[in-house]
């Protein structure tokens, strides 16, 4: 991302979370020390895409270094390996697909970075009518971003937050999103990547002020204080 924005513009590689695509891993290969990646891209409009373009696997932004037919490969950094999911890939795993937003791209979801914060666990899944309620269970750093009716991304997909209760927060997946995404196979005591909201993430910087320039533990009460979100 361009560091001299404090907001992301078009400049920038952004996406929406609205899944075009399942795909899976073709081949997963060691290379100088990390990894390269092919990727069967499915139904994946692929006309137009070229080498250099970003493709989000999982919520994930990749660059495509190679394109095929029906595939593209992506190198994967030990970063990205060690803060995701793809660190747990296997050829023939089906992995969620979209490409990058352009100017023309309709905002269905919500702005989407592709750089994932941390690895959730589903903890629980139920049937709801055609729906299927799950709960997912965030790492304790990342619980504080995360708000009812608010929007995450899980493995690429955009989604609204119904409950939050602690660490944990529930979400409620359509027909169309349990068919056309990879949450209709996922089950209890799967991993999936989580990405917060990114203007969370702005707005905690924002409410730091001078303050940021220093060591910050983050958003606090008496930060919350300061800022004037208590009244007295």
């Known amino acids: 991302m361009n560091s001299n924005h404090l907001f992301p513009d078009l400049t920038d590689t952004m996406f929406t979370g609205i899944i075009l695509a399942i795909g899976k891993i073709n081949a997963i290969e060691r290379k100088a020390g990390d990894f390269k990646l092919t990727i069967d891209t499915g139904k994946l409009p692929m006309d137009g895409v070229q080498i250099g373009d970003s493709i989000a696997v999982n919520g994930v932004c990749l660059t495509a270094v190679e394109l095929g037919g029906r595939h593209f490969c992506a190198d994967v950094s030990n970063e990205t390996w060690s803060r995701t999911t793809l660190s747990h890939a296997a050829v023939g795993k089906p992995v969620n697909l979209e490409l990058a937003l352009t100017p023309s791209t309709r905002m269905g979801g919500h702005i989407v970075s592709g750089h994932v914060d941390g690895i959730g666990i589903v903890v629980a899944k139920k049937s709801d ?23 995450i991304c899980i493995d690429g997909i955009s989604l609204t937050v119904n409950a939050v209760d602690g660490d944990r927060f529930g979400v409620n997946i359509v027909p169309h999103t349990l068919q056309e995404t990879t949450l209709g196979r996922a089950n209890v005591g799967n991993e999936v990547n989580l990405e917060i909201d990114i203007l969370a993430r702005y707005m905690e910087r924002l409410m730091q002020g001078e303050a940021a320039a220093k060591p910050c533990s983050g958003v606090t009460e008496a930060l919350l204080r300061e800022s004037g979100f208590f009244q007295p």
């Not at 009518?129 to 929007?151: C, D, H, N, W």
């Open 129 to 151: 009518a055609r729906s299927v309620r799950f709960t997912m269970q965030a790492p304790g750093p990342l619980a504080k971003y995360i708000a009812e009716k608010g929007s």
